[in-house]
């Protein structure tokens, strides 16, 4: 990003851009009552850019060279009749720094396992959700937390939606409903409660 090459005092104007070779295997059967699915994924990464402090303590963006990301996801799809649908889904995630074959080590940054639920009802133009998240630890640079991991989390989203004609719809969510305190990188905070509502036109 721009702010990778050129932030003030930060930046790195060396980085390479990332590649990667994606590679992802996928099987969903249907039965009367729910859906079943899984997919088997892989990818090798070269040039992965992430911000981490060097010698001076100084936080830049940096190539760390290669990684591998694998991992399998599950997901269940139940239909409730009258009360909705309900979707869940788990997926686990391994990710390494290989940049060093002798030396592999976890990449930061990364949550091993996610568990996801949600559910929508719809009726007369009207349409209700909730979201749930749960992620568990993820490795973080020591220099950041002395142990290494930062703390998993869990948070719940709602969301709603009326169609008020065939081209118009007004929707709304509320995100972080329970203002849980949470980060992904210890050197930032994840917003709080919050909302945003709109109106989406079709033409």
Do not use: C, H
Not at 4 to 12: E, I, K, Q, R, V
Not at 113 to 126: N, Q, R
Not at 140 to 166: K, L, R
């Amino acid at each position: 990003t721009f702010n990778d090459l050129y932030f003030p005092g930060g930046g790195n104007p060396d980085l390479k851009p990332e590649e990667s070779e994606n590679a992802e295997f996928g099987y969903k059967l249907n039965f009367d009552s729910l859906a079943l699915q899984v997919a088997l994924y892989n990818k090798d990464i070269e040039n992965l850019i992430q911000w981490a402090p060097d010698a001076t303590g100084a936080w830049s963006p940096a190539n760390v060279g290669k990684a591998n990301i694998q991992g399998f996801e599950l997901a269940m799809e139940i239909p409730l009749a009258a009360a909705g649908d309900l979707t869940l889904a788990a997926d686990y995630l391994d990710a390494i720094d290989t940049t060093d074959s002798a030396n592999e080590k976890p990449l930061d940054y990364n949550a091993k396992k996610t568990l996801t639920a949600a559910w929508v009802k719809a009726f007369s133009g009207y349409e209700f959700g909730l979201q749930a998240k749960l992620q568990s630890e993820r490795k973080v640079p020591e220099s950041s937390v002395p142990s290494g991991y930062s703390a998993g989390y869990g948070i719940v989203n709602a969301t709603f939606a009326y169609q008020i004609t065939d081209q118009i719809r007004f929707q709304a969510k509320i995100s972080n409903i329970f203002d849980k305190e949470y980060t992904l990188n210890p050197s930032f905070n994840e917003d709080g409660r919050n909302w945003v509502a709109g109106v989406r036109a079709t033409f």
